[in-house]
């Protein structure tokens, strides 16, 4: 084992099977990880390989569109990753330089596993916590953290940590559990906690389709839902707030801040609506197909300073 310095991190660090190690000391964080340890999140499917992981890529609008406009020759931060589907999905058939930043180290495990196995040798894989910014400012062309920022002890700050690293005029995207949204899960959680699995089995959008999907993964998905330690719901206008406050662009959203405005790709710039555009586009999320996926949001920036 030995310390070694790169051009994506501030620290030195600790290449350990395949991983880059950095030491993890608070607590909520901690608390966090050992929550995925238990069970790393989404997880892989049964004889999952780089050609399925591919195909399954492909037919995502939001990751397709992505890693078409990222390119080649990038450099490209998963905060969060999990078990890096995404990270292996972007690194795949491309130069770009892929670092997947996850505190939990069994997730990143089964990533390198996956990467090792099936020869894709442009990922980093980072064991570290956003709060110790261990990342150098100003080296990514795009940062991806998606589902990631409500599960921290202050969104808001980790969000200005990670934005550092974006280079100017590069691009963030963030996911985040919505206020509105989210509603229809916290009920299916409520009966949950009183009918238990096969409720969710049922009701549950995510899960009704499970021919596709390991016991691991439906394990992972119910627990990342139902029981996670730590989640905090935000809204269009808090975002757009920390847009405005960090010199950040609003570029789009998933789903629209005008639901009457449209767009060939997240990429492209769009209006951010008004008051009562953005209200009605998160209240329709209750009862959409994307209130479903857990009542996530996505809203891209581009970085101006």
């Not at 795949?92 to 495990?109: C, H, M, R, W, Y």
């Not at 959008?205 to 989640?231: C, F, G």
Request: proline letters at 3%; glycine letters at 6%.
């Amino acid at each position: 084992m030995h310390y070694f310095k790169s051009i994506f991190f501030e620290k030195k660090y600790l290449i350990e099977d395949g991983i880059i190690k950095f030491q993890i000391t608070d607590n909520i964080t901690k608390k966090v990880a050992e929550f995925y340890n238990s069970n790393p999140f989404p997880h892989y499917s049964d004889n999952e390989n780089k050609h399925t992981l591919l195909l399954k890529g492909d037919k995502n609008p939001l990751v397709y569109q992505f890693k078409k406009y990222v390119g080649f020759n990038k450099n490209v931060l998963e905060v969060g990753p999990g078990t890096c589907q995404l990270s292996m999905y972007l690194a795949i058939g491309t130069n770009n330089q892929i670092v997947a930043f996850d505190p939990t180290l069994e997730s990143l495990k089964l990533g390198q596993k996956f990467a090792k196995l099936n020869d894709i040798k442009n990922i980093n894989f980072v064991n570290a916590d956003i709060f110790d910014e261990v990342l150098k400012e100003n080296v990514f062309d795009f940062v991806w953290c998606n589902g990631v920022l409500h599960h921290t002890k202050d969104p808001y700050k980790a969000f200005k940590i990670i934005l550092k690293t974006v280079k100017k005029d590069g691009y963030i995207i963030i996911g985040l559990y919505n206020k509105f949204g989210r509603i229809r899960t916290r009920v299916r959680n409520f009966f949950y906690k009183i009918f238990g699995k096969k409720l969710l089995m049922i009701f549950d959008p995510m899960l009704r389709n499970i021919k596709t999907k390991s016991k691991e993964q439906i394990e992972a998905w119910i627990k990342d839902q139902y029981t996670h330690p730590v989640e905090s719901l935000h809204t269009y206008d808090e975002i757009l707030g920390w847009f405005k406050l960090n010199h950040v662009e609003f570029m789009n959203s998933i789903p629209a801040c005008d639901v009457m405005s449209e767009s060939e790709t997240i990429f492209d710039k769009t209006t951010s609506g008004n008051l009562i555009s953005r209200i009605l586009s998160q209240i329709f999320m209750i009862f959409s197909a994307i209130g479903g996926d857990g009542g996530l949001f996505v809203f891209v920036g581009k970085k101006k300073v």
